[in-house]
């Protein structure tokens, strides 16, 4: 990670590079930012506008050669408790503006806040505050209390408030009955950070009547759209507000000066106000003679009408855009240069990415990351409102730049509507700027509604990173490696969706409503994640997954794949009120049936056979040794540690279990050699098992490993060699059952999916295979599987009865 990254905000970095925004800019003018790409400067359109900083855009010349000019003739620098004539001069050009009100400056926003909340509490000698809903006002202390999104770790570490919700006369009302002891009321006329959301006139006609009567200084946080933005000096203009106090900031300084200026009303402010609050770095002549020149040429340019010009025309052409394109642009808001574009959530399902992005809260950034990367543009969404994209350009932007976005925005609209999502990412994968594929008429993905109360939930990933082109159709552009990368990169970011939803018939007739929900990870970022344990991650991820699954409805959640693993088999997932499966249970009995019925079929007689155990410290091989143990002449256990106690332990169990059995521990695979019976069901990721290991046919391998253990090498240099796939269960009255991105014929389910399906059938409410397997949790896994007609699955035999179309990638299924 870079040092930014490293030492000053590593989870920021993280997103930002997981989103493809992690841009570095070497210069900035104007409306224009320039982005280091290798040994290249690009330049980039820059809508971002330092969040309302650059009114003035980056560096006007004016006052770049001003502030030069300040310094090159030593302006003074900090000259505490004396009389500053720069502090004087920007507070009259001030008050020439807005009338007559007391200037107290600040070095920032926040610091803004802070100063009105203290004045107000002298003032009015209360404590209590009001603010809005989705207000943003700031992160210090105090100034956080007020902030919407924010508040929630520091509440009770400042001054209590009450957020007033700005549509609900209702809750005016009951706010009315505390207006006594009420300090202040804060507002943004038009809210930034919550996501451009001017307040209606019903509320500020409410709230300026409420705290006339009551005497309620209103204080309007102009911070943002303050000094023209919004095509008048002030915002609350338009509303018929006069504030009591008003907080600027941000174009104060213009772009340059870091300043913030509080107002208050001549006939509110307390004279003492001035000893008791300071600021070692406020007043100083250089920051206030920036900003009083930053007024200057704010009137000279007339910068609210080119704000407002400009805003309209932005507002009209976006508005028709959205006209275009209802489905992918939700809403267009704002005043003046103060634009918000609200994107539409996507749930279609021809995209199940997009849609996962956009449940996971981060379509608006996906949409900045491809107007970033392939268009040029910066523009951002806000924490706050990750749906609504923020347009402040400068006050001096051009049509041809509004009209460069506005092309930018309907490529987007474009592309999200032709379901091309590899197009929306091509940046980040490498991809070659094709045309776009239409992909909006394909849907593999079923949302059944329920038919029955049974409901069970299955978390999914994929096996291996080329299983998403089944999912998504867009993906058959993406080469594995390509796919690879995303995986990588977007893993952290997928929140786990229900993609697939569907009633199932058992045998007897009962219907179970299941939930597939998917985890946009394959094996492999589960492997990479225990080897670097760094599972914290996933596991919140399963822990969201099994909050989605109660939220549906659903009785049981079933850990598909990697999941149980991550949880110790359920055990260490701490949720209430749903009951959970591993489903090893089956796997295990379905792996037994697999071997013997396959063993049965090739005349390999067990009694005087030799059976391999990979991987036999863990649970499901354990178990399954246990079950076939007493069958069989011999049992070798493959361990990574003979010596172990938990070796020890597995003996002391096999003895117990079969007393006539002999029985043999090694670390060495090629000790299989002598093993016509292999079972193997490592967590080793795949291609543990290599020809070079296997001794003479008959050899028969059930591969209970996903990814499977035996590598394809197998296939290709042994073709004698027969294996099984142990974990696989025909479904009943279900041929055309599939979900995309499963690796298995329709019709097919893994058995831990379908031992949670048969929970869902029995309408069972405890955990099922929870922990550790039992030989008594698989026997009756196999009866209720027997009961539902849930029948062994697929055998990958030469004979080739039943058997699972051979998967072309590493580690799957083998001949
Ligand atoms: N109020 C508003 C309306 C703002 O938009 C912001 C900054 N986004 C602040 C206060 C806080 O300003 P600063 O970041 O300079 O502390």
């Known amino acids: 990670m870079n040092p930014y990254g490293h030492h000053c905000r590593p989870l920021l970095v993280q997103l930002l590079e997981g989103l493809g925004l992690d841009a570095s800019y070497e210069r900035s003018k104007g409306d224009y930012l320039w982005r280091r790409e290798g040994e290249h400067l690009t330049r980039v359109l820059d809508l971002v506008g330092g969040y309302g900083v650059n009114l003035f855009g980056h560096l006007h010349p004016e006052i770049v050669t001003y502030a030069k000019h300040l310094l090159e003739n030593d302006v003074t620098g900090f000259a505490q408790c004396s009389i500053h004539e720069g502090a004087g001069r920007l507070a009259q050009v001030l008050t020439d503006q807005v009338g007559p009100y007391a200037v107290v400056l600040t070095n920032s926003g926040t610091e803004t806040i802070e100063a009105a909340l203290k004045h107000a509490h002298l003032e009015r000698g209360r404590s209590h505050f009001w603010a809005v809903q989705g207000a943003f006002h700031g992160k210090t202390l105090g100034a956080v209390q007020l902030t919407w999104s924010y508040h929630k770790p520091f509440t009770g570490l400042g001054p209590p408030v009450r957020f007033l919700n700005p549509d609900d006369p209702e809750d005016w009302r009951d706010a009315e009955k505390e207006a006594a002891n009420v300090a202040a009321a804060f507002i943004e006329p038009i809210q930034g950070e919550g996501g451009i959301h001017p ?226 990412i091509r940046h980040r994968v490498g991809l070659a700027a094709n045309p776009l594929t239409n992909y909006s008429h394909i849907r593999r993905y079923k949302r059944d509604e329920p038919r029955t109360p049974r409901r069970v939930a299955f978390l999914g990933h994929l096996i291996t990173p080329d299983d998403a082109r089944a999912c998504e159709p867009s993906f058959e552009q993406l080469s594995s490696s390509q796919l690879e990368t995303f995986l990588d990169e977007s893993g952290r970011l997928l929140e786990p969706t229900i993609l697939h939803q569907e009633n199932l018939c058992s045998a007897l007739g009962t219907e179970v409503h299941l939930s597939f929900i998917a ?50 088999n359920c055990l260490r997932l701490k949720v209430k009120g749903i009951a959970l499966t591993s489903g090893n249970s089956l796997t295990v009995g379905m792996g037994v049936r697999a071997l013997k019925s396959a063993a049965h079929r090739n005349g390999v007689d067990l009694r005087r056979s030799r059976m391999g155990v990979v991987g036999a410290l863990g649970n499901i091989a354990s178990t399954y040794a246990l079950w076939m143990a007493p069958e069989v002449r011999e049992v070798l256990l493959i361990v990574r540690d003979p010596k172990s106690v938990r070796v020890a332990h597995m003996k002391e169990q096999l003895r117990r279990a079969a007393p006539g059995t002999l029985l043999e521990v090694t670390s060495d695979l090629t000790a299989l050699r002598h093993c016509s019976l292999i079972v193997s069901a490592s967590n080793a990721g795949g291609g543990l098992i290599q020809p070079e290991q296997l001794g003479p046919a008959p050899v028969l391998i059930c591969d209970i490993a996903v990814p499977a253990d035996v590598s394809l090498r197998v296939r290709d240099c042994r073709p004698d060699v027969i294996v099984l796939q142990g974990g696989v269960v025909r479904l009943p009255l279900s041929d055309s059952f599939y979900i995309p991105g499963v690796p298995l014929e329709p019709g097919y389910v893994f058995a831990c999916l379908a031992e949670t399906l048969l929970m869902g059938l029995e309408s069972v409410t405890s955990h099922g295979s929870y922990g550790e397997v039992t030989i008594e949790g698989v026997r009756n896994a196999l009866a209720l599987a027997d009961k539902h007609g849930f029948a062994l699955g697929a055998l990958q035999t030469p004979f080739g009865t039943d058997s699972i179309i051979p998967q072309s990638a590493e580690g799957r299924l083998v001949r």
């Open 199 to 424: 307040l209606g006139p019903p509320f500020t006609e409410w709230l300026s009547a409420t705290c006339a009567e009551h005497s309620i200084p209103i204080v309007a946080d102009e911070i943002q759209t303050g000094m023209g933005r919004t095509g008048t000096f002030l915002a609350s203009e338009v509303l018929g507000i006069v504030p009591d106090y008003i907080c600027l900031g941000k174009a104060l300084g213009a772009g340059i000066a870091k300043i913030g200026a509080l107002l208050i009303k001549r006939d509110r402010f307390l004279s003492e106000f001035s000893m008791i609050h300071s600021s070692t770095f406020a007043e100083d002549d250089w920051s206030c003679l920036i900003a009083a020149k930053a007024l200057e040429i704010m009137t000279r340019d007339d910068l609210p009408r080119c704000c407002a010009e400009a805003g309209n025309y932005l507002l009209v052409e976006l508005e028709s855009l959205r006209k275009c394109f209802p489905d992918q642009i939700r809403e267009v808001r704002g005043r003046g240069l103060i634009v918000g574009v609200e994107l539409q959530k996507q749930a279609t399902m021809a995209s199940p990415t997009l849609h996962m992005i956009s449940e996971s809260g981060h379509l608006g950034y996906v949409a900045a990351a491809y107007l970033l990367n392939v268009h040029k543009i910066r523009v951002l969404p806000t924490l706050s409102d990750p749906m609504t994209l923020r347009v402040e350009p400068s006050a001096y932007i051009q049509r041809e730049q509004l009209d460069h976005f506005v092309d930018g925005l309907r490529a987007y609209c474009q592309a999200v509507a032709a379901s091309d999502f590899a197009h929306l």
């Open 519 to 568: 985890l946009s990870l394959a094996t492999k970022q589960f492997v990479k994640a225990r080897a670097d344990r760094d599972g914290a991650w996933i596991m919140s991820k399963i822990k969201s997954a099994a909050e989605l699954a109660k939220e549906a409805g659903c009785q049981v959640l079933g850990l598909g794949g990697y999941t149980s693993i991550m949880t110790g």
